[in-house]
Nanobody, 122 residues
């Protein structure tokens, strides 16, 4: 199971780095997806590593501001978030891709853990 951490309260324009750590699972060969869910909304795929193309998908809402990286030695994947806006306020989750491909929908991912709250407010 995965555990997202690193959330918190940040002012607009600020940055946060979220971590996704795994227990009992090696992330070295797993493609990871980051999702978020704002109050009253569905879970949205914002950044997903593809297993077919080898590339990384970024939703238009975060493109150019968010970046996935990984440290396989620490079995951890990160989501660097820059220039945050109130629209980024949500609970953020990470998960492993369970079906080969490049889609970034919750259905394509598994091993969900508890998310981490990100609040962007002045």
């Amino acid at each position: 199971q995965l555990q997202a951490s690193g959330g918190g309260l940040v002012q607009p324009g600020g940055s946060l780095t979220l971590s996704c750590a795994a227990s009992g699972l090696s992330l070295r060969r797993s493609a990871i997806g980051w999702f978020r869910q704002a109050p009253g909304k569905g879970r949205e795929g914002i950044s997903c590593e593809g297993s077919s193309s080898g590339g990384t998908y970024y939703a238009d809402s975060v493109k150019g501001r968010f970046t996935i990286s990984r440290d396989n030695a620490k079995n951890t994947v990160y989501l660097q978030m820059n220039n945050l806006t109130p629209g980024d306020t949500a609970i953020y989750y990470c998960a492993t891709r369970r079906y080969p491909g490049d889609a970034c929908f919750p259905f394509d991912f598994a091993s969900w853990g508890q998310g981490t709250q990100v609040t962007v407010s002045s």
